[in-house]
C-alpha cells in the first residue's frame, strides 16, 4: 500500500488522475452497466489489518467493490464514468465510515495491549464488526480482569498518548519489541501506541488516543479456553453511554432514588416479584383443584382424548393442571385450549407414527398450528374456532 495514503487519512476528498477505464456489466453477483477504473494519487484505503476498505464515490457514483492486484486497486463504480485515461475525477470517501473504522481499530490495539501490558495475555483474533468488534484474548480472564481492563484501556484513551505508524525491514524486527511476531521477507508496517502497545499492523487509525474518545467492554464470555470481548469504541460507544445514562436517570426517578441506590432498589423489586410468584403458583393450584375435582375426573377415566377448556387462563397455567390431572387420569392425550387459542397437548401413550396422525389430524381438522415430539406438543388453534368444536372433534378421533 502506498504511503501516501497513511499519510493523508484525514483527507475526505480528493482529485485522481485516471490510469485505465473500463466498462463492464457483470461483478460477481452484480449485473448492468458499470466501470472499472484504476486511478493515480489514489487515497483510498484498500483495507487491510482487519480493517475495512473505504466505501465512497467517483465523479459522484458510488463505489461497490475492488479488485486488488499488484500494488494496483481497480475500483469498481455503479455506472459507466464518460471519461478517457488522463482525465481526473473528483473522489470523495465516506468520512464518518473511514473515521469509525479507525476508532473501533486503535480501540482494539489499546485493549489488546493493555491486556498484554497488565495481564500477559495475548491476542488470538479480532473481528472488526459493523455494530460490534470482537476481540479474542488467548487465556480465561476474571469479571475484575475484565473491569480492570476496561478502565485501564480508557485511561490509556485519555492519556494522549501520540499514535506511530511507520515501515520497517523484517531483519530490523529483532531491534523492537512487538506484541505478535510474523515469519517474513517483507518489509512490516509497525503501529506504536504510546507506550501500551507496539505491533504489525496495516491498517489504518487516528494520530493520538484522545480520538477514540471512549471504550465499553459490552459483553465477555469463555470461548474455546479463551475470552471472547465484544466492544465498542469512538462515537458508538458515546452513544452507547448516552442512552444508558439516560436509561438509568430514568429508572432513578422511577424507582424515587439515586442512581447508586438503584441496584438495590430493583434487587428490592426482584425479591418481591419472587414472592409474589411463589403466592401466585400456590392460587393456581388452588384454581386448578377447584376447577375440576378428583370425583370429576374419575368421570372422565379411560377416555384416549380428554379435553379441558382453559380460556380464561394462559398457556402456563394450562400445562399445570395437564401435568397435575395427568396424575390422577388414564388417558392416551391431554389437551388444554388456554386463552388465545393456544393449545398444550400432553401424550402418554402414542408412538412417533400415530402421534403424527393425531397431529395431521388436528391441522387438517381443526386448523392446528403446531407440533411437537415426545410427551408435548404445543401450537395454536385459529382465534374464532369455538372450543366445543374442538371437543367434538377430539372424541370423534
Known sequence: MKEVVYKNKYIDKFIATIVSIENITDFGKIKGDMSKILIEENLFFPGGGGQLADVGT??????????????????????EIKKNIGDEVVCKIDWNSRFDAMQQHLGEHILAGTAYKHFGINTRSF????????????EELTEDQVYDLERLSNMYINSR????????KSSDLNEIKVRREVETDEELRVLKVGDVDTTLCCGMHPDNTIEV???????????????????????????????????LKRLSNKFSCSEEKLEKAVNKLSEEFEKDREEIKSYRNDIIDLL??????KNMMNLDVVAFDFSKYD??????????????????????????????????SLDKTSLDIFIKYLKETLGFKGGGSGNFIGGRFPRDLDFEIIKDKLQRY
Open 58 to 79: 467517483v465523479d459522484g457514483k458510488k463505489i461497490i467493490g475492488f479488485e486488488k492486484g499488484k500494488g494496483d486497486v481497480h475500483y469498481i463504480i455503479t455506472e
Open 127 to 138: 473481528h472488526m464488526g459493523k455494530e460490534v468488534s470482537q476481540l479474542d484474548l488467548a
Open 161 to 168: 498518548m501520540e499514535v506511530d505508524n511507520y515501515i520497517i
Open 213 to 247: 474518545q471512549e471504550l465499553l467492554i459490552l459483553k465477555h464470555y469463555r470461548n474455546n479456553n479463551a475470552t471472547r470481548l465484544e466492544f465498542v469504541a469512538g462515537d458508538r460507544a458515546v452513544r452507547i453511554s448516552i442512552r444508558n445514562k439516560d436509561i
Open 292 to 297: 375440576y375435582s378428583e370425583e370429576s375426573l
Open 315 to 348: 398457556s402456563d397455567f394450562s400445562k399445570h393442571a395437564l401435568r397435575k390431572y395427568s396424575h390422577i387420569l388414564t388417558y392416551k392425550v391431554l389437551v388444554g385450549v388456554s386463552n388465545d387459542m393456544v393449545a398444550s397437548i400432553f401424550n402418554n
